[in-house]
Nanobody, 124 residues
Framework: QVQLVESGGGLVQAGGSLRLSCAAS????????MGWFRQAPGKERELVAA????????FYAEIIKGRFTISRDKAENTLSLQMNSLKPEDTAVYYC?????????????????WGQGTQVTVSS
């Protein structure tokens, strides 16, 4: 099927930046959107950002307030999330995910494949 492996998480001070990466392998899907989710302690998993199969359309949750940027490199089959101006409330496990074909990826129900997550911790 497909395997998604996140990397780039770690400990960073408030105001700092991190860049998360997701390497995808397995069955290729040229019409699948991809996204980043996060789950903070005691909170439900939430969709942070998504990008279309073309890479031309993106979706961002209002909660990140323009601080994050999602991108993909289809040639390398990787997904990235650039996170700037990080806040302690951004602390969470961040997950890479892929949708079923021809779905926009702006809803959690669109996604069928998930990575194991990478921890992001933002200190005050």
């Amino acid at each position: 099927q497909v395997q998604l492996v996140e990397s780039g998480g770690g400990l960073v001070q408030a105001g700092g930046s991190l860049r998360l990466s997701c390497a995808a392998s397995g069955r290729t899907c040229g019409n699948c959107a991809m996204g980043w989710f996060r789950q903070a302690p005691g909170k439900e998993r939430e969709l942070v950002a998504a990008i279309s199969w073309s890479g031309l359309s993106t979706f961002y949750a209002e909660i990140i307030k323009g601080r994050f940027t999602i991108s993909r490199d289809k040639a390398e089959n990787t997904l990235s999330l650039q996170m700037n101006s990080l806040k302690p409330e951004d602390t969470a496990v961040y997950y890479c995910a892929r949708t079923r074909p021809f779905l926009r990826g702006d809803a959690s129900g669109d996604y069928s494949y998930w990575g194991q997550g990478t921890q992001v911790t933002v200190s005050s």
